[in-house]
């Protein structure tokens, strides 16, 4: 089972950005799924994250109101759509499947992960 991440790149403050997340196989439909980014010397954090049905999300405070997680159980995809880029949104984005139907911020939850696709936001 793989999940591939893309969409990463380099842009300029404000710009935007969507990464997409697509599964080898439908297997991720009934699990709630995640973004998470690490950057250099911090540790990896959930940015937002989706219930399996899409009926919950969860933004962290630093992304509120720009980042918008969706997911497409029929095209076995995971999507972040990343608005006003900072500088701070600098990082590698990795999305991760969980173990249960709903969300976790925890990465230790989440049983499947993509290879990251780096984003990186210039001032």
């Known amino acids: 089972v793989q999940l591939q991440a893309s969409g990463g790149g380099l842009v300029q403050a404000g710009a935007s950005l969507r990464l997409a997340c697509v599964a080898s196989?439908?297997?991720?439909?009934?699990?709630?799924m995640g973004w998470f980014r690490q950057a250099p010397g911090k540790e990896r954090e959930c940015v937002a994250a989706?219930?399996?049905?899409?009926?919950?999300?969860y933004y962290a405070d630093s992304v509120k109101g720009r980042f918008t997680i969706s997911r497409d159980n029929a095209k076995n995809a995971l999507y972040l759509q990343m608005n006003s880029l900072k500088p701070e949104d600098t990082a590698v984005y990795y999305c991760?499947?969980?173990?249960?139907?709903?969300?976790?911020?925890?990465?230790?939850?989440?049983?499947?992960w993509g290879k990251g696709t780096l984003v990186t936001v210039s001032s």
């Open positions: 991760a499947a969980a173990r249960g139907a709903s969300y976790s911020i925890n990465s230790s939850l989440y049983n499947y």
């Open positions: 196989r439908r297997m991720f439909s009934n699990n709630g």
């Open positions: 989706i219930s399996w049905n899409s009926a919950s999300t």
